[in-house]
C-alpha cells in the first residue's frame, strides 16, 4: 500500500521569503503525486499535480513542485509567499489500478508573517 | 457555478439519529468520492463509486451507506449516529487519475 509522509507539521516564514514544504512517498508501482491546499472552513484546491513528463511541474499561485523518483519526494517550493499563502497544505498520492483514491499526508500549515 | 456542491454545510444533530448528505458535480466527472477529514484534519477516504458502481468501500462501518442515483450524484446516508462520527465530510469527483476536486465540506457536529 501507499503512504504519504510530511514531515513539518507546521513552517512558519516571513513574507516574501522562500519556502519549501516537504513530501515524501512510498509505493510499489508508479504514482501520481498531487498537492492540495486547503484555506479555512474550506473544500481543497488543487495546486498542482505530477502525472507523467517534466518532474518539474508548475501550480497556481506561483508554487511549483519537482518530482525526484530516486528520493520518492515531493516537494513544494514557492520563491516567494505572500500573507495570503497562509493555509494548510496536503500532499497526495494516487497508484496505476488503484480507482484513483488520493492517500494524504498529514498536511503542513504554512504560517506566513509579516 | 460550483463544480461540486454538497449540502448542508453545517449539520449538529443528537446521537442516535439518522441523517443525508447530499453531494452533485457538474464537471462530467466518471467517479465520485466520499472523504472524511477528523479533527487532526487527516483526510482519508471512504467510499468511491465510478459510473454508479461503488468500486472502493474502506473500512467503514456499515452505519454509513452511499448512494448514487446517477453519475452526477453522491449522496451519503449515516444511521446511528455517534458522537466519534463528528468530522468535516468532502465530496470530490474526477475523470481518470488527473485529480481530484472537492467540494466544501459537510461539518458534522454530533452531540
Known amino acids: 500500500a501507499q503512504s504519504v509522509t510530511q514531515l513539518d507539521s507546521q513552517v512558519p516564514v516571513f513574507e516574501e521569503a522562500p519556502v519549501e514544504l516537504r513530501c515524501n512517498y512510498s509505493?510499489?508501482?508508479?504514482?501520481?503525486l498531487f498537492w492540495y491546499v486547503q484555506y479555512p472552513n474550506q473544500g481543497l484546491q488543487l495546486l498542482l499535480k505530477?502525472?507523467?513528463?517534466?518532474?518539474l511541474v508548475k501550480g497556481i499561485n506561483g508554487f511549483e513542485a519537482e518530482f525526484n523518483k530516486s528520493q520518492t519526494s515531493f516537494h513544494l517550493r514557492k520563491p516567494s509567499v505572500h500573507i495570503s499563502d497562509t493555509a494548510e497544505y496536503f500532499c497526495?498520492?494516487?497508484?496505476?489500478?488503484?480507482?484513483?483514491?488520493?492517500?494524504f499526508g498529514t498536511g503542513t500549515q504554512l504560517k506566513v508573517e509579516l | 457555478d460550483t463544480a461540486v456542491s454538497q449540502t448542508p454545510k453545517y449539520l449538529v444533530t443528537q446521537m442516535g439519529n439518522d441523517k443525508s448528505i447530499k453531494c452533485e458535480q457538474n464537471?462530467?466527472?466518471?467517479?465520485m468520492y466520499w472523504y472524511k477529514q477528523d479533527s487532526k484534519k487527516f483526510l482519508k477516504i471512504m467510499f468511491s463509486?465510478?459510473?454508479?458502481?461503488?468500486?472502493i468501500n474502506e473500512t467503514v462501518p456499515n452505519r454509513f451507506s452511499p448512494k448514487s442515483p446517477d453519475k452526477a450524484h453522491l449522496n451519503l446516508h449515516i444511521n446511528s449516529l455517534e458522537l466519534g462520527d463528528s468530522a468535516v465530510y468532502f465530496c470530490?469527483?474526477?475523470?481518470?487519475?488527473?485529480?481530484?476536486?472537492f467540494g466544501q465540506g459537510t461539518r458534522l457536529t454530533v452531540v
Open positions: 470530490a469527483s474526477s475523470q481518470g487519475s488527473t485529480g481530484a476536486f
Open positions: 509505493s510499489s508501482v508508479s504514482v501520481y
Open positions: 505530477y502525472l507523467s513528463g517534466s518532474t
Open positions: 464537471l462530467g466527472h466518471d467517479t
Open positions: 463509486y465510478n459510473n454508479k458502481e461503488l468500486i
Open positions: 497526495a498520492v494516487s497508484v496505476t489500478g488503484g480507482g484513483n483514491k488520493l492517500t
